[in-house]
């Protein structure tokens, strides 16, 4: 019986490919940091400088850390390349992120809603929703890789092969992996 982090693999995660997992994992990571920097920007520059309301802010945030984020996984991550099974990974993304992403918007308003009665200055106000985004989507962070694993990886038969893939068996055909680039 596993224990504490041995639990929380994702569904392609077999003894064989851990070290692949986690290269793709740290890409991930890697990607989410860069988009939830760029969002955080986007967030204090429309909040902060140009006044705009927290919904409007934090789902134009939102959306700007987005783009560059899926094409950061799929390509980056993943290594997936092409018109294969871009459809599906689309899908799974809008709705993977729109999901995060709604509860981070609506927590993000509810909190300036909290917060405007108590903090007059514009600033601090901006701080606590920085605070409220990046707290609300940590919870959500390893749910979104294994739900995304799931879709971009791909089964072996339906990628093309590497040069360096010297042989073809039908139990290398059943493994799930990653595109090859």
Avoid: C
Avoid at 101 to 112: E, H, Y
Avoid at 144 to 161: E, I, M, N, P
């Amino acid at each position: 019986m596993s224990t504490g982090w041995s639990s929380l693999k994702a569904i392609s995660v077999k003894r064989g490919n851990a070290l692949e997992v986690k290269r793709i994992f740290t890409r991930y990571t890697v990607a989410s940091l860069l988009a939830t920097a760029l969002s955080q920007v986007v967030l204090l520059v429309l909040f902060w400088a140009w006044e705009t309301d927290a919904m409007t802010a934090s789902t134009i945030a939102f959306l700007a850390g987005s783009v560059p984020h899926f094409l950061l996984i799929r390509r980056w991550a993943w290594g997936n390349v092409g018109s294969a099974g871009r459809r599906a990974e689309i899908v799974a993304y809008i709705v993977v992120t729109a999901a995060g992403g709604a509860l981070s918007i609506g927590i993000t308003t509810v909190m300036d809603w909290l917060l405007a009665p108590l903090i007059d200055d514009r600033g601090w106000r901006s701080f606590g929703l920085v605070v409220t985004y990046l707290a609300s989507g940590a919870p959500v962070f390893l749910l979104k890789f294994f739900a995304l694993d799931r879709v971009f990886r791909r089964k072996a038969s339906h990628t093309h092969k590497a040069a360096s893939d010297s042989h073809n068996t039908d139990t290398d055909t059943n493994k799930l992996q990653p595109h090859a680039a």
